[in-house]
């Protein structure tokens, strides 16, 4: 049996990417050997290195074979077998620098075959965690083959104390591509954020991945946890630092140095991607038993002018996309906003308790659009809502493209979109609510619930406040206002006719005065 140095070691680790195994020895026990605590003597890790890296994988071919051909026995393991295979919570590293987070990491296999380097840095120092089957509890899997040192991960996850101060939540978590999700207090996983889209929403959409992480070593009692990754893609290569704090709304601030490959892509920034099957808008497919399912419900957008705009999320029947143009977007985000649970009788899945993510441009990010991008879906198992910044200009080949945001993940978060909120929207046959037969065709009835800001004081007297409905095409019939106490809020109704095929962009806000009292409500609608 040969000896492996820490030499050794280190050197195996580094080819992590490689497609193929090498025959080494595996490390059979014992935790994973983390990063030397002596002062180091050389320049200390830093997100500059990230940003370097990227830059020079930029400059080379893309590697598309960049997966392992997985050992027989995890070859082709189901979801339920790979669920099974758990990582041991007493080898959790971080622990030893004495703060309060402590990292994870998850096995290879199902659909989790690209392995990723996972490195930890101490004293400034990065080293690479070296995997060991002592890390995992294997359940019904039983590995019958040495696996290497350098066999790598799926990605990784961070917990912390986030709803009590004696047990570690899952906090933060990288599985798959570049996706990520991390949460807040009393809140359940539902969406989820990326590091980056390429061309989404076309025949040519492609999908970055993570290549490698940093993880610092948080100091004792520290409030925040510091991840860096390098992403790579046929289109582009990209350098991010995440910086998070876990609390009530956890914050993520992300910083991020992309290098096209090539010129005229369309790169979607901060993306999120969601899940909208059924709601109270949309019943084109029934969830059973369920009235509504979705991980969100809403696009919320603050534009430049300050002005929020909520658009309902549908499920259509064909791929839809639709563009939000802006000068100096100041965020967007997928909210979920029916927090009541009668709403899903979802006992396992806890639809009400999933968070939102409302993302802020950290400087300008100058002209572009907001992109909201709806496919058809037939079962909750797809996330068929994704919403991404896009440049205007698309950013120049092999040369760096720099922006900051934060992402907020909460429950309520009332300065986002401070006045008064939609809070339903319902349609029906404009015929069977009263509109004469002959005005009736082509037609169709919105019916949108407004609560909060202000709108309390109108309740009492809704004659006060005026409905401002427009289209795009065709014309608004009729419109009307009342008061809705089961919400505290008013209730607008609008019917709207368009000729036969035809598309039109709806709007709706409730004003008294020049005063607007609501955000705008806003919707695109094809006249059967």
Known sequence: MSTI??????????????????????????PPALPSTETPKGPRFAYQEVVERARRLADQPFQETTTWRLPRVFDKLDYDAWREIRFKPEQAMLASGGGPFRLETFHLGFLYRRPVTIN???????????????????????????????????????????????????VISFLGASYFRFLGREQK???????????????????????????????????????????????????????????????????????????????????????????????????????????????????????????????????????????????FGLMQRDR????????????????SYFVEPSASWGPGRVELIELATADETNDNIVASWTPAAAPAPLLPYVYAYKITACLDEPRFSPNGRVVN???????ALGSSEAAAVNSKRFLVDFAGGDLGYYVADPSEVEVV????????????IAANAHIEGLRAMFDVSVKSGETADLRLYLRAGNRALTETWTFPWTSP
């Not at 929207?425 to 015929?431: G, Y």
């Open 189 to 331: 996983y539902g969406l989820s954020a990326r590091a980056l889209c390429v061309e989404a929403g076309t025949d040519s959409e492609s999908f970055p991945f993570f290549r490698e992480f940093w993880i610092e070593t948080p100091e004792i009692r520290a409030g925040r946890a510091t991840i860096y990754g390098l992403v790579d893609d046929k289109a582009a290569t990209a350098a991010f630092r995440f910086d998070l704090a876990p609390g009530q709304d956890s914050e993520l601030e992300v910083q991020a140095t992309l290098f096209p490959r090539r010129a005229g892509v369309k790169f979607g920034l901060a993306p999120l991607t969601s899940m909208f099957l059924a709601g109270e808008n949309d019943h084109r497919i029934s969830p059973g038993f369920r009235a509504e399912l979705h991980d969100s419900d809403g696009l919320l957008m603050e534009t430049g002018a300050s002005e929020w705009l909520w658009r309902p999320l549908a499920n259509p029947s064909f791929a839809r996309t639709t563009s939000f143009l802006d000068n100096e977007v100041k965020g």
């Open 469 to 480: 409905a427009t289209t795009t095409n065709g014309q608004i019939l009729r419109k009307a």
């Open 425 to 431: 929207t319902f349609t029906a046959p404009a015929k």
């Open 5 to 30: 140095t820490r030499r050794k070691l280190l050197a195996t680790l580094a080819t992590v990417a490689a497609p193929e195994f090498t025959p080494r020895l595996a490390l059979a026990q014992g």
């Open 120 to 170: 930890l840095i101490r004293d400034g120092i990065a080293a690479p965690i070296p995997y060991s089957t002592a890390l995992f509890d294997y359940g019904r899997v039983k590995p019958d083959e040495s696996l290497p040192v350098n066999f790598g991960f799926a990605g990784f996850r961070l917990h912390y104390p986030l709803n009590d101060p004696h047990v570690n939540d899952e």
């Open 340 to 355: 009541t649970f009668e709403s899903y009788q979802d006992l396992d899945l806890s639809y009400e308790a999933r968070p």
